[in-house]
Nanobody
């Protein structure tokens, strides 16, 4: 079983930056893809970004492309989401997710493990 714990959320002004971290337990972290999703109040959970098992392939939602960067450190069992040029529309609870396979996609059904979420609030 893998447990995921997010951190790094908070309150930031529009145009600012935040870095989210997600620490994973278990020895199989490097074998599966990792992703970030977000859920705004009253909306469905949406895909943000994913990184493959080795960290050399990434994929982003169009809404964050060029502003967010996903990365992972398998030695530390941690995945990161660097968020820049933040907008009020980025306000949401951000969840990290562990994939069912080495390469993940944008569907939540492709992920087996989920963190508890961390709140990101962007003010205008």
């Amino acid at each position: 079983q893998v447990q995921l714990v997010e951190s790094g959320g908070g309150l930031v002004q529009a145009g600012g930056s935040l870095r989210l971290s997600c620490a994973a337990s278990g020895r199989t972290f490097s074998s599966f893809a990792m992703g970030w999703f977000r859920q705004a109040p009253g909306k469905e959970r949406m895909f943000v970004a994913t990184v493959n098992w080795s960290g050399d392939s990434t994929y982003y939602a169009d809404s964050v492309k060029g502003r967010f960067t996903i990365s992972r450190d398998n030695a530390k069992n941690t995945v990161y989401l660097q968020m820049s040029s933040l907008k009020p529309d980025d306000t949401a609870v951000y969840y990290c997710a562990g994939g069912k396979r080495a390469v993940g996609g944008s569907w939540s059904s492709e992920y087996r493990y989920w963190g508890q979420g961390t709140q990101v609030t962007v003010t205008s």
